[in-house]
């Protein structure tokens, strides 16, 4: 079993800044695809970000492009998501995800989740 564990949230000003990081606990694991999902309270759980095992192919919501970027670095078997230009509307649970991802936006292609980290972004 996988164990994925995010960092990196917290409170920040509307315009700030915040980097999310992901790595898998107990062993090395290297998935086809890591993405990074969301959930607002009482919303469904929506895409972000996915990059496939290279990191030559990114994905990102249509909402988040331009503002995050999503890397790995496969040397350290982490998984970023850089934040820029945030925004009340981006507060939520984050969630980082491993798999196959052969949908990348799609929850349902990833086997493994983190315990998600909290973004609040105030106005």
């Known amino acids: 079993q996988v164990q994925l564990v995010e960092s990196g949230g917290g409170l920040v000003q509307a315009g700030g800044s915040l980097r999310l990081s992901c790595a898998p606990s107990g062993r090395t694991y290297s998935s086809a695809m890591m993405g990074w999902f969301r959930q607002a309270p009482a919303k469904e759980r929506e895409f972000v970000a996915a990059?496939?095992?290279?990191?030559?192919?990114?994905f990102y919501a249509d909402s988040v492009k331009g503002r995050f970027t999503i890397s790995r670095d496969n040397a350290k078997n982490t998984v970023y998501l850089q934040m820029n230009s945030l925004k009340p509307e981006d507060t939520a649970v984050y969630y980082c995800?491993?798999?196959?991802?052969?949908?990348?936006?799609?929850?349902?292609?990833?086997?493994?989740w983190g315990q998600g980290t909290q973004v609040t972004v105030s106005s």
């Open positions: 990059i496939n095992r290279s990191g030559g192919r990114t």
């Open positions: 995800a491993a798999g196959s991802g052969i949908v990348a936006d799609s929850p349902t292609w990833y086997n493994y």
